[in-house]
């Protein structure tokens, strides 16, 4: 997962954020995910089928942003409770055990996908977005990975008091390292 968050500063009163049937809407949230982050064709029906599947865990929940009078979907988040079982989990324990964070897996809201149409950025529909989900859970903490760069979106997460908890961290096929981050909820506010 690689968010492409806003950054705040721009007034979002042009978006509405709120609950989105992402099933419904999956090939929706997929073409802003392929814009804001670059997917392939066959990497769209891959993820079409792990989105779905990963709707039908316990707890999980997801958010959009829309334009008021189109109803178009320029944004979306959606995570759930972090479950071990999980193949994400699998993958970044090992990373998190090493650097001693190893319990963030437990407790922990995932946040599994973030994404904003470029044409959107940096109006703070992103944290918009993700302060709106973390708020609504009951785990006392998120986690999420990010590409392991100085990017935008991990700015932000940084602002919202998201920390490096395991960097370097090699998801297979994955052409670059990501970090994985948490954060004590609620999130920090500016």
Do not use: K
């Not at 009163?13 to 929706?28: F, I, K, N, S």
């Amino acid at each position: 997962m690689t968010p492409s968050p806003g950054e705040a500063g721009t007034e979002t009163q042009d978006v509405h954020v709120g609950p989105l049937d992402l099933a419904a809407r999956v090939d929706e949230a997929l073409a802003v995910q392929t814009e804001a982050f670059g997917l392939s064709p066959e990497e769209v029906n891959v993820r079409r089928h792990i989105v779905l599947r990963h709707l039908a865990t316990p707890g999980a929940r997801a958010l959009g942003a829309t334009l008021p009078a189109t109803g178009e979907l320029v944004g979306f988040v959606y995570g759930q409770p972090n479950d071990r079982g999980q193949w994400w989990s699998s993958v970044v324990e090992p990373y998190l055990r090493r650097t001693g964070n190893e319990s963030w897996l437990d407790g922990s809201f995932t946040i599994t996908e973030l994404h904003v149409l470029p044409a959107h950025q940096h109006r703070g529909i992103g944290r918009r977005l993700i302060t709106t989900i973390t708020d609504q859970v009951s785990e006392p903490r998120s986690i999420l990975s990010a590409i392991d760069t100085d990017s935008p979106a991990r700015a932000l997460y940084h602002q919202l008091g998201y920390q490096d908890l395991a960097r370097r961290v090699v998801f297979p096929a994955a052409p670059r390292p990501y970090a994985v981050m948490g954060a004590p909820l609620p999130l920090l506010r500016p």
